[in-house]
């Protein structure tokens, strides 16, 4: 039998969507019968991730642990998480489980790292910025991680929840004055560190590609590079805790 790679989304929806149609345009295949088998649950129930972290909200770890049982028992062989925020409990769900969990953050990270980025904007949800999820791990490899200030991390995170809501126009307009602001200031490259970012900047990055890293499609490329060369050498090419 295949092997099936799990996908545990829903958070939200369309960054699943982005994440599914990223494994389809990153597959080699011509034709149907060639792509990668996946099993998406994506259940949007989920409590908002932000909301607990920064207001002790509902906690979403037990609906993400039924999201991820649902998968492990569907028989699939290695699981995803488009979402960063939700990475924040990563650890926890790694104990729920005795197969492969491709970390997003840590996929992003490689790719920064392997391609000797010295300084990068991280754009995210507040909950990923402070918890310093990326900011931490890209320290430890001499990695200069900028973040927003305050108020232009209160706009960023009205832009995203601006897009979950459907309102796509003021997305844009909320979160293109701060990428243009660090432009002129010299930065030119940007971590999508949130799944609904790549959505919100679809227009710049299309113009820009270099100038933006996918959180996203990292992840979703070592879910490929899993499922094209199988579990032994994608542990041994996987980078370590400390990333050198």
Request: some cysteine; aromatic content about 8%; charged content about 25%.
């Amino acid at each position: 039998m295949k092997k099936i790679l799990g996908m545990l989304g829903g958070m939200g929806p369309g960054a699943t969507a982005d994440a599914f149609y990223k494994l389809i345009n990153n597959t080699k295949a011509s034709k149907d019968q060639e792509h990668i088998p996946v099993i998406i649950v994506s259940i949007p129930d989920i409590p908002d991730r932000t909301e607990n972290i920064i207001y002790d909200g509902p906690s979403p770890l037990p609906a993400m642990i039924n999201s991820l049982k649902l998968l492990e028992n569907a028989g699939v062989s290695c699981i995803v998480m488009p979402c960063n925020t939700a990475h924040y409990w990563y650890e926890d769900l790694m104990k729920e489980v005795k197969i492969p969990f491709i970390s997003i953050i840590d996929a992003a990270c490689k790719n920064i790292i392997s391609n000797k980025i010295r300084k990068v904007a991280l754009l995210a949800t507040t909950a990923t910025i402070r918890t310093k999820l990326y900011q931490e791990k890209l320290s430890l490899n001499n990695v200069e991680c900028i973040v927003p200030d305050e108020i232009n991390q209160y706009k960023i995170m009205q832009s995203i929840i601006a897009y979950k809501a459907g309102d796509i126009d003021k997305a844009k307009e909320l979160i293109y004055p701060y990428i243009n602001m660090l432009k002129s200031d010299g930065v030119n490259k940007f971590v999508m560190g949130c799944t609904e970012i790549p959505l919100i900047l679809d227009e710049v990055v299309n113009c820009s590609p270099d100038e933006f890293i996918d959180a996203t499609e990292a992840l979703i490329k070592e879910a490929i590079d899993w499922y094209n060369f199988g579990d032994e050498r994608f542990e041994k090419e996987m980078i370590n805790e400390n990333y050198q």
